[in-house]
């Protein structure tokens, strides 16, 4: 089968990091994916990780291991348009499609 | 580089009537994907199509669902006839290749009342 756990809603203060996590089972991997969501509005590819380890680019980093089927989203110095809805996405070798999480909504305040 | 177009952006329709939805994916992008998003949720694959062909439709359902990409370009969804738990946002996507980072459309919020 197939699962992936995100928490529904976090909050976080302007400047500040939050990391939100992603664990993940599913019968075969190939990847996986960050999606940014802002509400209303489509899905924005943020990152891809298909080896172990931190991938970094610019204020977001996304780590991942495959031995605990684990993932996580760094998102670091905070800005108010940074609260969105963020969708952690695994790619199933067998069928080569996405599965996505219920996302996380993530609320930046002042 | 214009990104994937859909349309309608919004629709609202009755039960049991119909309705079509188009998508123009990235010029050049191979791989197109229909998903349906029901609002708290993440983005569930309907079809993906490879060129002309489809790869996976396995949760299309198909009594009431079909899709097509005739030229391996535009691609249409439709729904015949519509039920209340068809109501969500329809986002179409596509990527240069499969397995590769998708891109999406703005979606088309359907609403079935």
């Known amino acids: 089968g197939q699962n992936i756990d995100q928490p529904t809603e976090m909050t976080a203060t302007e400047g500040a990091i939050v990391q939100i996590n992603c664990t993940y089972q599913?019968?075969?991997?190939?990847?996986l994916f960050w999606y940014q969501q802002h509400a209303g509005e489509a899905p924005t590819f943020l990152s891809y990780?298909?080896?172990?380890g931190l991938e970094e680019k610019g204020r977001f980093s996304s780590f991942l291991s495959r031995s605990k089927g684990y993932s996580y989203l760094l998102l670091k110095e905070l800005q108010m348009k940074d609260s969105a809805s963020y969708l952690c996405?695994?790619?199933?070798?067998?069928?080569?499609?996405?599965?996505f999480g219920t996302g996380t909504r993530l609320q930046v305040f002042p | 580089e214009a990104g994937v177009a859909q349309s309608p952006r919004y629709k609202i329709i009755e039960k049991r009537q119909s309705v079509a939805f188009w998508c123009n994916p990235i010029?050049?992008?191979?791989?197109l994907y229909w998903y349906q998003q029901i609002l708290g949720q993440g983005p569930k694959l309907l079809i993906q199509?490879?060129?002309?062909?489809?790869?996976?439709d396995s949760q299309l359902p198909k009594d009431r669902f079909s899709a097509e990409r005739l030229k391996g370009v535009d691609s249409t969804l439709k729904i015949q006839p519509a039920k209340l738990e068809d109501s969500a946002v329809y986002l179409c996507?596509?990527?240069?290749?499969?397995?590769?980072?998708?891109?999406f459309g703005p979606g088309t919020r359907l609403t079935v009342t």
């Open positions: 996507a596509s990527s240069l290749e499969r397995g590769r980072e998708q891109y």
């Open positions: 599913t019968s075969g991997f190939n990847g």
């Open positions: 990780n298909v080896l172990d």
């Open positions: 996405a695994v790619r199933d070798t067998n069928t080569d499609k996405l599965i």
């Open positions: 010029s050049g992008h191979a791989t």
């Open positions: 199509f490879q060129n002309n062909g489809v790869v996976d």
